[in-house]
Every structure is written in C-alpha cells, then in structure tokens.
C-alpha cells in the first residue's frame, strides 16, 4: 500500500513540474505590452549625454527649434502643429518620411524631445518600432528640461523678440 502511494505521490510532482515548465514556455510578450522606449526625466537624459555617442533629436517645428533647443539636437519635426508654428511643413519633411536620417546603427542612444512630452513619445515609439533598441523620451519635453535648469541653446534675437522688456532688470 505505501508503494501505491509513493508511486501516485511521485507521479503527481511529475504532472506539476511538467505543468509548471509548460507554463514558463509562454511568451510573456502574449500578456504584456511593450512600449519599445524609456521615459527618462531630464537629470536622467542629462547622464545619458554625458556618455556621448547619443543621437539627440528634436521633434518640435522649426519656430520651436529657432527659439531654444538642446545643443547638438538634430531638427526632425513629427508633425505640423501650427498653434507654434505658422508655416505647414510638406509630409516629406515630417519625422515618418526622413528616418533614413536616423544612425544607421540601430543600438546606438537616441535621446528624443518635443515642447512638453506627447510628440517626443509618439516619435520614440515611431523609433523604436523601426528597430531601435535605445530610445529615450525626455518626460516633459523641453520644458521640463528647462525647469530642471539644464542649458539649452538659443537666438537672443528670437529670445528679445519674444521677450521685449526683462522682468529681471
């Protein structure tokens, strides 16, 4: 009679350690969703740059990239938005029709950004479902990156024609 036992008892353990492995064969890609990029703040994106060999692109219009930018960052609008920017830019000027711009190598470091988040996240997933394995959204676009006190590069004419009088003097 123990003999039934064992043999039920190890058949049993059998049945669970086959279950269990069956179990772990199914891709959790079938359950979750993957989005392909990283949200980073901008003290995060802020180390990013400084390991260099990072492709910075800017998603903004042209007038939002005249006003201020991150140095380095390579214009790229995603869309026209004309709230920010009178001029409506053709679709092959746009972000979907010119990723051959983008590093050819595709495990290189692309640290994406727009005005406050949605565009740059919108792109990073264009991005990442190209291929690219290191990208990066700055949450809260520039003007987080502002906020943050991180420099930016930018056009004092553009800065004083936006700004006439200086609050601060």
């Known amino acids: 009679m123990n003999k039934q036992y064992l043999s039920g008892f190890t058949i049993l353990i059998a049945?669970?350690?086959i279950a269990q492995g069956i179990a772990g064969a199914v891709p959790e890609t079938d359950c979750t969703i993957s989005v392909g990029y990283q949200n980073v703040t901008p003290?995060?994106?802020?180390?990013?740059?400084e390991q260099k060999c990072v492709f910075i692109l800017d998603v903004r219009t042209p007038a939002e990239y005249k006003y201020g930018h991150i140095g380095g960052a390579k214009l790229i609008p995603l869309k026209n938005v004309p709230a920010y920017d009178p001029v409506n830019l053709?679709?092959?000027q746009l972000l979907p029709n010119r990723m051959d711009e983008l590093p050819k190598n595709k495990d290189m470091k692309v640290l994406v950004y727009c005005k406050a988040g949605n565009r740059g996240a919108a792109a990073s997933q264009l991005i990442a479902d190209a291929g690219y394995k290191n990208v990066y959204n700055i949450q809260g676009g520039i003007n987080s990156w502002v906020n943050?006190?991180?420099?930016i590069v930018f056009d004092p004419t553009e800065w004083t024609a936006s700004y006439p009088s200086n609050p601060m003097t």
């Open 90 to 92: 053709s679709d092959s």
């Open 43 to 49: 003290c995060v994106a802020s180390e990013i740059l």
């Open 15 to 17: 049945l669970l350690i």
């Open 148 to 151: 943050a006190g991180c420099p």
